[in-house]
C-alpha cells in the first residue's frame, strides 16, 4: 500500500503547486477542465446556494460553480498552503482556508453542495473524510466527487503515456510515481460508491466521461 501520510501528502502538493495547472494540462491533454464544467453543470446549482470545494487545489470546481451560478457562496478548502495561495490569486470572489478534509471546521449541516475532485484518493483515511462530508452537507445536500475511472484496458495504456509525459516535462519522478500507484489503488467507481452508502450516502449517478477513464458520482445526503 502506497504511503499517505498526511505530511507527505502535504508537502508533496505544497512542492507541486507551481506546475499543478501545467501538470494537469498535459497529463489530460487539456480536457481535464471540459470535464470538470461537465460535471458541475450537471448538478444545476440552485442561486444563493452554499458550496464547499474541497481538496480544491488551484480552484477549479469552485470556479466553475460560481461561473455557472454566480449567486452562489463558494469556500474552498486545502491543507496545502501553496495551493490554496495560487487557488486565492486566480479566484478573488471566493474564500479560501487551510484545513484538513478530515477534520474540517464548519458547523454540522453548513453546505448546500460539496464538490470534491482528485482529492480523496489522496487521503489516507478515506473513512473519516468521507464522514465529515456528510457532517458538514445539509440535509437534501448533493455531494459530486470527481476522479479517474474504470479500470480497463486504455488505463493501462493511458498509464505509460502518463509515465513518459511527466518524465519528459517533469523532473520530480517521486510524484509521478505516487500518481499512477494513487491511482490504481483507488476503488473503481462502481466499489466507491459502496463506501459512500455505507457512511448513508444516496447515491444518485454515476457518469463516465473520456472513454470512462475519468468518472463522477452523485451523490445526496437524505
Ligand atoms: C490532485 S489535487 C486536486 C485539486 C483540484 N480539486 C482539482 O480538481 O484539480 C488534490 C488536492 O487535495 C489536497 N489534499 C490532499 N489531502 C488533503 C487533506 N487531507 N485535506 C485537505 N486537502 C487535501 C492536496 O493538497 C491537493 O491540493
Partial sequence: MINKEPEKIKTMFNKIA???DLLNNIISFFTHYQVKKIA?????????SKVLDLCCGTGDLGRIAKKLTSSCEVTGVDFSKNMTNIAAKKNPNIQYLEQDATNLNF?????DYILMGFGLRNIQNRKSALKEVFRVLKKDGVFLHLDFGAKNFLNKIYDNIISVLTRIFFKNKESYLYLLKSKNEFPAPDKLVEEFKDIGFKVKTI???CFNLISFQICTKN
Fill in 40 to 48: 458541475v453543470k450537471s448538478l444545476n446549482i440552485i442561486p444563493n
Fill in 107 to 111: 458547523e454540522n449541516n453548513s453546505f
Fill in 207 to 209: 457518469k463516465y466521461c
Fill in 18 to 20: 507551481q506546475n499543478y
